[in-house]
Every structure is written in structure tokens, then in C-alpha cells.
């Protein structure tokens, strides 16, 4: 099993930056897919950026640009860093671990991006 908490959600004005982070605790390997997905209300999950064990990247078209993930397998976090942020960019914000078949979540935060 894999423990995931999330902290850094909050409310931003459009164009501000949050960081997200995760803290993996519990049967962590560096071979997990680790990665941020969010959910907008009356919306399915997205995936938003996701990094493989080798450390390559992968992100929706919409934040590509804009938000930055990374990983650091010697303290077993992962990181969102969101910069221009946007109205669309509302939504609670998912920290997730693959491995195999097997996923994990986060509880999730909440991301809200409003004037």
C-alpha cells in the first residue's frame, strides 16, 4: 500500500502560481508512475501531468507551458508547480501513484482560481 497526502491548494487570482505537493509514505518504490490529476465540479478526472521512473514528463495540452511537475525519490514527494493560473484551472487536485495494475490517491486539495 501507498499513502499519498497533498498539501498547497488554496485560492489564487488568475495569473498567480500554487505549489502542490505529495508526500508518498508506506511500500514507495522509485519505479511507481507518479502523477496530478484533477476533477472540476459535474466533471470526470483528468489527468493533468504524470512523470515515469526514468523522470519524463508527460502533460495535458492545457497546462502544457504552464505547470511543472517533478519527483524526489530520496524524500518520496512529488511536486505541481502551477504558474499563469486560470479560472478553468479550478478543481480539486489528485496526487496518484501507479504501479502495475495497482493505483493509489490522494484525498485531494482544492485549487481555486477566481478575482
Known amino acids: 500500500q501507498v499513502q499519498l497526502v497533498e498539501s498547497g491548494g488554496g485560492w489564487v487570482q488568475p495569473g498567480g502560481s500554487l505549489r502542490l505537493s505529495c508526500a508518498r509514505s508506506?511500500?514507495?518504490?522509485?519505479?511507481?508512475?507518479v502523477g496530478w490529476y484533477r476533477q472540476a465540479p459535474g466533471k470526470q478526472r483528468e489527468p493533468v501531468a504524470t512523470?515515469?521512473?526514468?523522470?519524463?514528463?508527460v502533460y495535458a495540452d492545457s497546462v502544457k507551458g504552464r505547470f511543472t511537475i517533478s519527483r524526489d525519490n530520496a524524500e518520496n514527494t512529488v511536486t505541481l508547480q502551477m504558474n499563469s493560473l486560470k479560472p478553468e484551472d479550478t478543481a480539486v487536485y489528485y496526487c496518484?501513484?501507479?504501479?502495475?495494475?495497482?493505483?493509489?490517491w490522494g484525498q485531494g486539495t482544492q485549487v481555486t482560481v477566481s478575482s
Open positions: 512523470m515515469s521512473p526514468g523522470g519524463v514528463p
Open positions: 496518484h501513484t501507479q504501479r502495475f495494475d495497482a493505483q493509489f
Open positions: 508506506g511500500s514507495v518504490w522509485a519505479y511507481d508512475i
